[in-house]
C-alpha cells in the first residue's frame, strides 16, 4: 500500500521521494516588538535613573511587593504629541473585607514550657479613696539636728542661796526669787 504524503487540489504527491523542495517567499521585516522591563518602583524613577531608553509599545512592570502598585503593567505610548507611560493592567485587585472569624482551634497539648513573660501593662486608673485607715508604717530614721532656736525667757536674775523661783499671779512668766519659811519638825519616838 502506498502512503499519501502531500495532497491539495492541485497536487498529489504519492510516495517518498527522495527529497522535497519547498520555497518560501520571505516579507520585509517588520517593526521591532515591545521589550518588557521590570522593577521595583514606578517606571517614569525606574527609567530617569537608566540608561535605556524606552520604545513605544514597550512594557514594564512594577515587581515592588512593599509598593502600592505591585503587579501593575505598563505601556509606553503616545499621548498629545509625547510618549508616558500608561496602566495596561494590574494582576492584583484591590484588598477585599475581612471575613469573619474561623471557629475556634482545639486546645493544643499542655506544655511544661512557660513562655515568656509578657510587657508590663499600662498603670490604671487611680481607685476611690479609702475610709479604711492602714496599718502604722515603721519609724523612720532620725532626722537631721535642727538649727538653735531664739534665747528663752529662762530663769529671772538675782535671788540668794536656798531662795525659790514662785509664781506671783496666774499669769505666764509672772515670777520672784522667795526665801522658804523655815517650818520646826516635830517627831514623837516611840518608848
Known amino acids: 500500500m502506498v502512503d499519501l504524503i502531500v495532497s491539495s487540489e492541485n497536487v498529489s504527491a504519492i510516495g517518498g521521494p527522495a527529497s522535497v523542495n519547498v520555497e518560501v517567499d520571505f516579507g520585509p521585516q517588520g517593526p521591532k516588538g515591545s521589550t518588557i522591563y521590570a522593577g521595583n518602583t514606578d517606571p517614569d524613577t525606574f ?3 537608566s540608561e535605556i531608553e524606552p520604545q513605544e509599545f514597550d512594557i514594564y512592570v512594577d515587581v515592588d511587593g512593599d ?3 505591585y503587579g501593575v503593567f505598563y505601556q509606553y505610548r503616545e499621548s498629545l504629541g509625547s510618549y508616558e507611560w500608561a496602566v495596561l493592567a494590574q494582576l492584583f485587585g484591590p484588598t477585599g473585607a475581612t471575613g469573619p472569624t474561623g471557629p475556634q482551634g482545639q486546645r493544643g497539648l499542655a506544655s511544661n514550657v512557660t513562655g515568656p513573660t509578657g510587657p508590663t501593662g499600662p498603670i490604671g486608673p487611680t481607685g476611690e479613696a479609702s475610709t479604711v485607715v492602714g496599718p502604722t508604717g515603721a519609724t523612720g530614721p532620725e532626722g537631721p539636728t535642727g ?3 531664739d534665747a ?3 530663769l529671772l536674775e538675782g535671788g540668794t542661796t536656798g531662795q525659790v523661783l ?4 496666774d499669769s ?4 520672784e526669787w522667795k526665801s522658804v519659811p523655815s517650818v520646826g519638825l516635830i517627831l514623837a ?3
Not at 505666764?172 to 515670777?175: A, E, I, L, Q
Open 47 to 49: 527609567f530617569a535613573s
Open 67 to 69: 509598593g502600592g502598585n
Open 147 to 149: 538649727p538653735r532656736g
Open 152 to 154: 528663752g525667757i529662762g
Open 166 to 169: 514662785a509664781k506671783v499671779s
Open 172 to 175: 505666764d512668766y509672772d515670777t
Open 189 to 191: 519616838l516611840g518608848s
